[in-house]
Each structure stands twice: as C-alpha cells, then as structure tokens.
C-alpha cells in the first residue's frame, strides 16, 4: 500500500534580543498563523512512542527525561503543555505545532510524488506566512526560519520520512534492506554542511561534509528520537490497523530545499521497500553501518568505501547503483511514477560520478557546495573560516527575499516538480485521493464540529453521543474517493457519517 509523508523541524532565531526563548517563540509562530484564538483539539491518546517494532515495550526513553526536564524548567510559564504545543490541523490533512523548541510542519499523507512535494513545499510557505505575521506583531522581520537539521552548536533537529508497510514483512527483512541503503541514500538526499559536530558537542569549522544529520546518528536501531539517534527508528506506532499495517518511521534523512532531492528521497525509499516485500532487495549488510555513515559524509569527493559483512569493501554509489538494478529489474514497467524514480536514480548516479556539476540545483549538497565554492574563490578564504557557517545556514533560509536557495529558485536554476500556483492549492487542500485530504476537508466545512482529531480518526461533537470517521484502514483510493465525496456534500458531519456506515454496510 503506498503512503508517504514528512515531517520537518524547523530551526527558529529571533535577532531583536539577546537570548530567545525558543519555546515561546514557537508557540507564537504556529499561533501566528491563526485568525482566531487557539482551542484544544489534537487527541494525544494515540501517540505512545514506547512500543518498539522489535516486538516489545521500552519502559522509558532518553526523551522521556528529557521531557521531564523540560516540564521542571517550563513550570514557571504562564500555560500549560498543551497550549505550548499548539497543535493545528490545517485544511490540507497537515498538521502544524510546536515540537518544544522547533515549528514542526508535517505533511498530510500522500500517495505520489508530486503530492508530496507540493505539500512538503505548501509548508515552508504555511511557516514562512506565520514568521510574516509573527514580525508584523513585533514590529521588524526579527523572527528568520530555516528548513535544515543544525544550529551550529551541538543540537540537531529532524526531518522524517514515514511510509506505510505491510505487517507481513518481518522486521528484520526490513532492517536488513534497508540499514545499507539508508547508510548511503545521503549521496541522493544529503543537504550538505561545513564543518563537523556531535550532540551537544562544539562545533568545529573544517572541511565541507555531504549530509547535516550523520554527525547525530549513534546506534543502527533505537526507538529514541532525540538521544543515541539510531539509523532505523524502531518505534511502533502505525497511526493505522495495528493488526494490518506498521508505519517505517525514519529520522536519519536531511531535510531538502531542492524539490528533485525530495522527490528522489522518497521515491528511492519506496522503491526498496517493495525490494524488500518481494524479497528481492541485494545482500549489503555492513560491517560497522554508524561509522559507515559518518565515513561517507565526510568525503564529498565519494572515494571512501565501507566495509560489508561479508569482509569485502564498497562504495556508495556502488551500495546505491545495487539496489538500482535490483529495482529495474523488479520493478521497472509498473507504474509511470515507478519508471520515472527508475530513470532519475540512474541518471543521478552516473552524473555523481562523471559530470556533478549538471545536478546543482537538484542535489542540495551538491548545489550548497558549488555556492561555497564560489564564494570562497572569490573572497580567497578556506573551509574553516566561520564565515562559511552562517552562508551555509542561509542557504536554508525559507525567506524568498533572503534565502541563498530561494534565490537560485527565483533565478530559475533549481529544477522544479511544482509550480506556484500548485504550491498555493496544496496549501488550500490535502491530496484527494489520501485520508490526509479527507481530515483537511473535515477541518475546512466541519472545524466548529470537530471534539478531537488525530491521524487515523476524527470525533465529531453533537447529540448525546460522539460520532467518529474511524480511517485506521482507510487507505484504498476509490474507498478515500468515495468519503471524500460525502463529506463534501454533507449537511453535517452525522449525515456523512450516517450515508458512509450504509454504503460499507450495503458492500458486505
């Protein structure tokens, strides 16, 4: 069953005084966003990040204590944790909110490519909208955001991807596929960075490196998000059929301005997920895969080679160029979206070897160091002068007028799969086709009648009972399709609500 979604952090700075309280800051940007004041309806009952895929409980996580420690330095605030978050569902199936210390936009499900693009990118400007008003209240564009995953001091801040799998795949098939691919996907999604960091560690100018998380990336497996960051997260909370489904949940990816990066990110992910349910992915598995993704970030000229278990060396485009002929051969002729990951996955690798200056404006990596490289002929400096720190966090600045990226874009040398006015309508509407767009179309005709939402359900107030749109297996387009339409023409949500239990009812 293919659907995919990401979910972005994003970094938040505030120059108008001498220390910003990141927590209030971005609370106040997600409420920016609002017309009206905030009201409580995001259900947390189905969000429980203990249970671990490996098929147990964890009984605390390294969060957990961090969380509590947050709770004792938030206890002076004049609001509660929930007011805090802040959390929004937008009229698109997003939902927008504050992750204690960042703006966090996730996109709403989608079941293609330029879907998810469009909302990925219908975010940064959801976000930027906020900053705009946020500064108007402030009197000064005071409040920058930047899509990237470091602030240059030791703190890391994530970009997901999630797809929806089969329970019927074993874990392990899963972590055996995917570990080496994941390991070297970064030569594809990579967003690029000067200089070397650890958690909470200083940061250390020095030579250009190809991915911004790989210095935060501690353990091959973890269910942990934000401590002994782990290349496979191993958490177990589908959103979903629990019986049916799992949701892969992947925290090692970098977070994309480059539209191709994104697609290309996503698109290969999925690809090898339906290697790995078909029993068809190649036999990679590497020695030491935590040390492997640090060896291979820290060499943009791609020589370096890791060792497998099996006591031979490979490289990573040769680990990714693998699981490519696997894919052609399995896959290629499925489907349009299929062939076209197919031709770009090939193009791009043979270009990363031969020719890498045809994917600027593709690759973040490969765009942010040809920027860099420019700069620095020019005004004859080297990698480790600090200047290039703060160029490197503007590349990410999602201001149109300010950002080293958006810039490019505006200049047309950035390869686009939206256009603006697609960007705009998927600000406005959810993918039509996903239970995502469903949830955005309940919150733009239903929101007064809205008592709780989450991913997979929506309660209903009114009469002497709750009423519930249960999607936990709602992921059939025609099923989606037909839901759609009678939320769409409904009077009210029990009237859709009633026309829906018939229609499955008549279907048995």
Not at 2 to 10: D, K, Q, S
């Amino acid at each position: 069953m293919r659907l995919f979604g990401i979910e972005t952090e994003y970094g938040i700075t505030r120059d108008d005084v001498p220390e910003m309280d990141p927590v209030v800051e971005s609370m106040e940007l997600v409420r920016a966003h609002l017309a009206v004041s905030f009201e409580r309806r995001w259900d947390y009952a189905g969000e429980d990040p203990h249970e671990d895929a490996r098929g147990f409980r964890v009984s605390g996580l390294q969060q957990d204590r961090e969380e509590d420690e947050f709770a004792r330095r938030d206890a002076h605030r004049p609001f509660s944790f929930h007011d805090m978050k802040s959390d929004l569902v937008l009229p698109n199936g997003a939902r927008f909110y504050n992750d204690h210390t960042h703006p966090e936009y996730a996109t709403p499900e989608c079941r293609t490519l330029r879907d998810l693009v469009a909302q990925d990118r219908a975010g940064e400007r959801i976000v930027h909208r906020a900053a705009q008003r946020r500064n108007e209240g402030l009197g000064g564009a005071h409040v920058r955001l930047y899509k990237n995953n470091t602030d240059f001091h030791g703190h890391s801040y994530g970009c997901h991807d999630n797809y929806l799998v089969s329970r019927v795949v074993p874990f392990s098939d899963l972590v055996a596929g995917m570990v080496p691919f994941l390991v070297s996907r970064q030569v594809v999604a990579g967003a690029g960075k000067v200089g070397t960091e650890a958690q909470e560690s200083p940061y250390v100018p020095g030579p250009y490196q190809i991915s911004q998380r790989a210095d935060f990336m501690e353990a091959e497996l973890g269910v942990d998000t934000m401590h002994n960051r782990p290349i496979l997260n191993t958490r177990d909370e589908p959103h979903a059929d629990r019986q049916r489904y799992r949701r892969l949940h992947l925290i090692i990816g970098d977070a994309n301005m480059c539209e191709y990066a994104t697609a290309l990110k996503v698109g290969t992910t999925r690809l090898v997920l339906d290697l790995i349910a078909r029993e068809a992915v190649p036999d990679l598995e590497l020695e030491h895969p935590v040390a492997a993704v640090k060896q291979i970030s820290r060499d943009p000229d791609l020589k370096t080679v890791v060792r497998r278990k099996n006591g031979r060396t490979i490289a990573p485009v040769d680990i990714q160029v693998q699981y490519y002929e696997a894919a052609k051969k399995t896959l290629s002729g499925r489907d349009e979206e299929s062939d076209w990951i197919l031709q770009e996955w090939s193009e791009t690798l043979q270009l990363l070897v031969k020719n890498r200056q045809h994917l600027v404006g593709k690759l973040d990596w490969v765009t942010k160091q040809w920027l860099l490289e420019t700069f620095m002929r020019e005004e004859r400096i080297d990698w480790d002068n600090p200047w290039l720190a703060s160029l490197d966090l503007e590349y990410h600045n999602i201001d149109p007028e300010m950002g080293l990226y958006m810039g490019l874009e505006a200049e047309g040398k950035a390869w686009r799969l939206t256009t603006d006015e697609v960007i705009e309508s998927a600000i406005r509407n959810g993918p039509a086709d996903t239970r995502g767009g469903l949830r955005g179309l309940c919150v733009q005709r239903f929101q007064d009648q809205i008592q709780s939402i989450q991913w997979e359900q929506v309660r209903f107030a009114g009469g002497l009972r709750s009423r519930t749109l249960d999607m936990r297996d709602l992921f059939d387009p025609p099923e989606v399709t037909r839901c759609i339409g009678l939320f769409k023409t409904a009077q009210s949500p029990a009237d859709a609500l009633a026309a829906w239990t018939h229609g499955k009812d008549r279907d048995v």
